[in-house]
């Protein structure tokens, strides 16, 4: 029986470590290889997809062959469409057809599990084994929703970079998956493959280098918090001397944004270089810039390339507005909580001038940031992972300090019963299951009196 191997990606940055980690021997043979193009963008048709992107022909000779996801499930969108569970014998005999798989044995390798286009995936599969890659910050985080065990089971190994040398993911972990490294030194050759395809990008030399990220579009602040956001970047950065910057935005931002800081760079006497690849902005990864303009300093909010640059190259790094997105995050669970709590944690803020030329924390950093993800871990999905509550508490009880303290959230430590919630001679309050029953009867009443 022949094997299929099926790569679920929707970013290029995603197709790299794929291809890293196929380079390195993270995936065993199989008689054919072939990657699933997904579209995610909200409108998919002004967003140019992973395999139009500059550079991708440098990865596509790992795979036999590339089809699209989203034109086999046209015209539904990626993100909100998901098999009805009587339909997927249908859905996988139609897939096996179109993308000529046969009777193949199929195995999977999928990012971002707990939600569409890999859910979808992965359930008209069903029972074919399931390896995860992550392609950023979220993996260090717990599962995002609860997953179910007739998913979870067939997940094998989780694939991950090592952005943050010696943290081991939660991701999955409910599952016993073990995290795999993809190694460092094949995902820097295979980003050195995609700076090297020709694109046209402009000839700063190391400037300080903007990334935007569009965080309004998800709801996490407004449009007009985030272009104040961009502009603290760029005061930031000249005021620690850096009068050559560029600005890379996301694809689907507006393109007021750039005016605005261009007009702002034309006060504090800046150069700004603002980049822009055509109609449909089909975007360099920032890893292409590190290569190509080896930037004097890279800032952003909590970017996953912040790591990249800082942890893969050497680079000066800077964020700017965590402190702000952790105040905002809803609910507590977030799945953008756990990557603005490392970015934070990790890295120096802009303003710091001392603590930017310092670069990163000192050797107990690792220990540090570990009690820090277990805590912040438990208290987003307690269900996920009871194991870690010893863990939560001893952080709590040692280490709440003004700063730490903005990883959390009071009413959130209450209702879990954890150090830092109510103060101590009431801690057995949230889990007393006679007080839990006299709220659940107050509730009742208050809602019967307001009708």
Known sequence: ????????????????????????????????????????????????????????????????????????????????????????????????????????????????IQVNPAMAITEIFTGAPIDVYADGLMSYGPTRNKLDPLVGTRVRRLLHLDLVPGLKPLLLTEFGVEPVLVETEGFLKVLGELAAAPAELPSVEAPALLLGQYLSALGLISAAEEEELHLRMMRGAVALGHTRLVFKPHPTAPAQWSRSMEAEAARLGAELTVLDTGILRAPVLAEVLYERMRPALVVGCFSTALLTASAFYGLPVARVGTE?????????ENSNRMPVTLVDALLPELGDRVAVAERRPGDDAEREVSALVAAVGFAMQPRLHPGLRAAAERYLSTRLTPVTWRYFKRRRLTSLGLPGGVPAQFSFLPRSAAVRRAVRRARSLRRAVGR
């Open 1 to 112: 029986m022949s094997t299929t191997q099926l790569f679920a990606a929707s970013t290029l940055y995603g197709a790299a470590t794929l291809a890293a980690a196929l380079d390195t021997g993270r995936f065993g043979p199989a008689d054919r290889r072939v990657l699933v193009v997904c579209n995610n963008a909200a409108v998919p048709e002004t967003t140019p997809a992973l395999d139009a992107m500059p550079g991708f022909e440098r990865l596509r000779g790992r795979f036999d062959d590339v089809v699209s996801w989203n034109g086999t499930i046209a015209p539904f969108h990626p993100s909100r469409w998901s098999p009805r569970p009587d339909d997927i014998p249908l859905w996988e005999r139609h897939l096996r057809l179109a993308w000529e798989l046969g009777d193949d044995d199929i195995e999977l390798a999928v990012e971002s």
């Open 324 to 332: 702000l997105l952790l105040d905002r995050l809803s609910p507590y």
